[in-house]
């Protein structure tokens, strides 16, 4: 069978449609006998569902679609996996392993042409510990301002509450033409944060965000050590 994955820079693309690449994987006998990468030859209504299939392809794995599009996958013969994220190699590997589930999606559709919502009501109980802090940060280090724009961060502080030792990583979507938050997103889930200190984020940064079950805190101001001190104090952690 083929499956590809919408991919944008090593993670699966919130939506199928929109996102900049491909990665179509030959699999036989739960072994990858072909892989390669092919650019998005476009999105017109009708077109990729038609386009894909009469590559062979047998499974579209994304992290959104609209009802629409599913639709035109299925007419096909293309099963449709949504609400998949990760890096597409992590995704190759659960896939082979039967372990890939569907999930929610990842791009709202309605949500997307709305507008931005702010994500202080999307946080969730504090009655936990968190073992991984991730800090939106304008600079290296703990003496750094907060960078209120979490997709577009300067860079990603990963701070253990225990020790204090920290991990900083500098954004690699902060200038993707778009879905910077959610492969930001991504890449915070990737790392096993649980907590995330920022600004602002959109919703469908959001939405990655809460279904990797990381607790935001966000409209956050002033310099990472002194947000994070007071975080610790308030919560014990």
Known sequence: MKVAISTDQGYVSAHFGRCPSYTIVEISEGQ?????????????????????????????????????????????????????????????????NQELEPGEDLCDHEMHHTGHQGCRESQASTERSASMICITSRGPDLDSEIDPNFGRAGYLLFVDPTSMKFEAVENPFRQAAQGAGIQTAQLVAGKKADTLITGECGPNAQRVLQASSIRIVSGVEGKAKDVLSQLIKEEAL
């Not at 386009?51 to 609209?66: P, Q």
């Not at 013969?77 to 590997?93: K, L, Y």
């Open 32 to 96: 990858v006998l072909n892989r390669e990468e092919i650019s998005n030859p476009g999105h017109q209504p009708g077109f990729l569902p038609r386009y894909l299939s009469d590559k062979g392809v047998n499974c579209i794995i994304a992290g959104g679609m609209g009802p629409r599009a599913q639709q035109l996958f299925a007419q096909n013969n293309v099963e449709t996996i949504i609400g998949v994220q990760g890096s597409v190699d992590d995704v190759i590997e659960h896939f082979l």
